[in-house]
Nanobody, 121 residues
Framework: QVQLVESGGGLVQPGGSLRLSCVASGTIFSIKAMGWYRQAPGKQRELVAAITGGGSTNYEDSVKGRFTISRDNAKNTVYLQMNSLNPEDTAVYYC???????????????WGQGTQVTVSS
């Protein structure tokens, strides 16, 4: 069984920083891509940033230059460094992984339980 567990959310003042972490555990054969999504109250879930196994990244326009996604393949872990946070970044942040479990031939998506990020003075 595969699990994604996020950590690092919390309350931060505008202009502050947070670092989110997500560890994928279980019977994993390989991980193709990992990413972070967020969902604010009353809004649809949106992609924030994603990274492939080879390290290629893409970002949602509003976070470019402020957020950095990185990955430790040996630890099956993805990080999201968030700087210059503003109230519009307030949301539940979800970790996502496109991976192949042992015993399977095709990849599927897995989600973490989400971690709350609140930016407020």
């Amino acid at each position: 069984q595969v699990q994604l567990v996020e950590s690092g959310g919390g309350l931060v003042q505008p202009g502050g920083s947070l670092r989110l972490s997500c560890v994928a555990s279980g019977t994993i054969f390989s991980i193709k891509a990992m990413g972070w999504y967020r969902q604010a109250p009353g809004k649809q879930r949106e992609l924030v940033a994603a990274i492939t196994g080879g390290g290629s990244t893409n970002y949602e326009d509003s976070v470019k230059g402020r957020f950095t996604i990185s990955r430790d393949n040996a630890k099956n872990t993805v990080y999201l460094q968030m700087n210059s946070l503003n109230p519009e970044d307030t949301a539940v942040y979800y970790c996502n992984a496109d991976l192949i479990p042992y015993g399977r031939s095709r990849s599927r998506e897995y989600w973490g339980q989400g971690t709350q990020v609140t930016v407020s003075s």
